[in-house]
C-alpha cells in the first residue's frame, strides 16, 4: 500500500500549489479564492493526482512481485496482476463517486475516507472501519521498519561480500538496524504536519522509481546473461516445494500482491485536493486510470523480469534476497533509495494515526496540561518550534512500540502478505461497493446489485485464502525462530 501518502492532504494544502499551475475558474457558488464550503481553492488536477496515487501505490510491494510471480507460474502471475489491477480501478470509480453525498456536482463533500463512510453507511461500519484503517496504519509501520532495516543490512552484507571475494558470508543481526530506524523516526515523528511538507512527496517518488527500474534493469541483465527466459507455466515446481507449501504460498502470493495495489485508504484523500468544475469524480476516473495503467505497467516489467531472471528461485525481496550480488555499488544504491523512500513513507501512514488520537485525547481531556499546552522553543532563523509534552511521549512510545513488535516479528514476505490481506477486502472491495448502492439508491437483488455482490464476496474469497497463506506463512517462520536473534 501506498509507500507515500505524503499525497495525502489535509484539506489545506498549501504546498501542494508547488506542483499546479491554477487558473481561476469560474465556480458555483464559490468566490475566486474559497470553494463552495468556504475552505481554500483546491487546485488539482488530473496529473497531480495520478502522481499522489503513482507514488503512493508504487512502493516496497514491487519487491516482492517477482517472488509472488514464481508461486503462480507464467499464466497464473501476470493474469492475477491484471485481474487485481481490474479490481482496484472498477472499485476505485466506485469510491469516487462518494466523494460528494448526493447531488456529484454540489453535493455535500465527504474529506477523508472515514467521513464517506459516516455519510454513506453510518452506525457501526464507521468504527469498524476507523478500526481496520488504523490497524493498518500501524501494521505498515511495522512493514517498514523490517524493510529498512533488510535494506540496510542488505548494503553492510553486499559490501562486506565484496571485501571478501564471497568467501564470508557476513552474518548479520538486524537488531541494531531497526533500532536506527526507530530512532530516526522517533526523531522525525516530532515534526508536526510533516506528511504535508510537499517536498516529501517528491522525494519518495524519486526514490521508488530509482529501485523499481534498478530492479528492472537488473532483472533484464541477468536474462540476458542466463540467455534464456527461467520459469514455467505453472509456478514453482513441486520437489523445490511440496504440495501443501505449494498452495500455502501461492495463497501468500495473492495477498503480495493485493497488497502492491491498495492504495483505496487515501484515494478521496487525494480526490479532495482536486479543483472542480469539472466535477471531481470525473477527474479522479481519469486519474485512476492513467495511474492503474502505469502502475500495472511497471509491476508486469518487474515481476515478470525478476521471475524470468531467476524462476523457481525467484527471492522475497528482489534487491536484498542476494538474487544479485554485482555490480554491488548499484544494489547499494538501490537500497539506500529504499531505506530513504521508507522513512518518509512511514511518517506519511502514521501521522494521520497520530493526529487522530491526538485529537480524541484533547476531546476526552480539555483541562489537562499534559494534553494541550505547548511550549514555544525558538530555533534561529526558523518559525519556533511548538513542543507539545502529550504528543512528544504518545509518539515516542508509539514508534518504540512499533520497533519491538518489529524485532520479534521480521518476516517480511509472510506480513506484506497479510497486510494485503486484511486491508484489500474491506477498504478497497466491500467499502466501496456498499457506499456506492447506497449512493446511487441501487434497488436490491436488481442485476447490478447482484453483480457488485458478487465480486464483493469473490474477494472476499480471495482475502481469506491469502490471509490464510501468510498465516502459514509466519506459522513455519516460527518454527525456526528465536526472539530477537534474527540474523540473515
Keep these: 500500500m501506498g509507500e507515500n501518502a505524503a499525497s495525502t492532504g489535509k484539506n489545506q494544502l498549501p504546498h501542494h500549489q508547488v506542483f499546479d499551475v491554477s487558473v481561476d475558474v469560474p465556480h458555483h457558488g464559490g468566490s475566486k479564492c474559497f470553494d463552495d464550503d468556504g475552505r481554500l481553492k483546491r487546485t488539482g488536477t488530473v496529473w497531480t493526482s495520478s502522481a499522489h496515487i503513482i507514488t503512493a501505490v508504487i512502493g516496497s510491494g514491487v519487491l516482492s512481485l517477482a517472488w509472488a510471480t514464481a508461486q503462480l507460474g507464467w499464466i497464473a502471475g501476470p493474469t492475477v496482476m491484471f485481474l487485481f489491477s481490474f479490481v482496484t480501478y472498477y472499485t476505485s470509480t466506485l469510491l469516487s463517486a462518494c466523494y460528494r453525498s448526493g447531488d456529484p456536482v454540489t453535493g455535500k463533500r465527504n474529506y477523508t475516507y472515514m467521513d464517506a463512510v459516516r455519510s454513506n453507511l453510518g452506525g457501526v461500519q464507521v468504527k469498524f472501519c476507523g478500526v481496520i484503517q488504523y490497524l493498518n496504519l500501524f501494521g505498515v509501520a511495522i512493514g517498514y521498519t523490517v524493510a529498512s532495516s533488510i535494506s540496510m543490512m542488505a548494503i553492510k552484507r553486499s559490501n562486506c561480500f565484496h571485501e571478501s571475494g564471497g568467501k564470508n ?4 543481526n538486524s537488531n541494531p538496524y531497526m533500532i536506527a530506524f526507530g530512532i530516526t523516526q522517533i526523531i522525525f515523528s516530532q515534526i508536526p504536519d510533516f506528511d504535508q511538507l510537499w517536498w516529501l512527496s517528491i522525494v519518495a517518488a524519486v526514490m521508488s522509481f530509482t529501485y523499481s527500474t534498478i530492479g528492472l534493469g537488473l532483472g533484464i541483465a541477468q536474462v540476458a546473461e542466463n540467455g534464456k527466459v527461467s520459469g514455467s507455466l505453472t509456478g514453482i515446481s513441486i520437489g523445490t516445494v511440496t504440495q501443501t507449501q505449494k498452495i500455502w504460498r501461492s495463497f501468500q502470493a495473492l495477498g503480495d500482491i493485493a497488497f502492491a495495489y491498495s492504495y483505496s485508504i487515501i484515494l478521496i484523500e487525494i480526490q479532495d485536493t482536486v479543483k472542480s468544475p469539472p466535477s471531481e469524480a470525473k477527474t479522479m476516473k481519469k486519474a485512476s486510470f492513467i495511474s492503474v495503467a502505469v502502475t500495472t505497467l511497471f509491476y508486469m516489467l518487474c515481476g515478470c523480469m525478476g521471475y524470468a531472471a531467476f524462476g523457481d528461485m525467484s527471492p522475497g525481496n528482489l534487491l536484498t534476497g542476494f538474487g544479485f550480488y554485482n555490480p554491488y555499488w548499484l544494489l547499494d544504491i538501490a537500497n539506500a533509495a529504499i531505506v530513504i523512500h521508507l522513512v518518509g513513507a512511514y511518517q506519511v501512514y502514521c501521522q494521520p494515526l497520530f493526529a487522530f488520537i491526538e485529537k480524541k485525547a484533547i476531546e476526552r481531556y480539555p483541562d489537562s496540561k499534559f494534553i494541550t499546552k505547548e511550549i514555544q522553543i525558538p530555533i534561529p532563523g526558523c518559525n519556533p518550534y511548538k513542543l507539545n509534552f502529550f504528543r512528544l511521549v504518545w509518539r515516542t512510545i508509539f514508534v518504540i512500540i512499533t520497533t ?33 448502492i447506497v449512493q446511487k439508491r441501487i434497488p436490491k437483488w436488481s442485476t447490478r446489485w447482484l453483480c457488485l455482490q458478487i465480486l464483493s464476496v469473490a474477494c472476499l474469497v480471495i482475502t481469506i485464502a491469502a490471509a490464510a497463506g501468510s498465516i502459514a506463512g509466519v506459522v513455519l517462520d516460527l518454527k525456526s525462530y528465536k526472539p530477537f536473534s534474527t540474523s540473515y
Excluded: H, Q
Design 404 to 436: 519491538v513488535i518489529s524485532m520479534l516479528l521480521p518476516f517480511f514476505n509472510d506480513i506484506v502478505g497479510l497486510l494485503g490481506a486484511l486491508g484489500f477486502w474491506p477498504l478497497t472491495v466491500y467499502y466501496p461497493v456498499e457506499m456506492y
Design 169 to 172: 558470508p557476513c552474518k548479520l
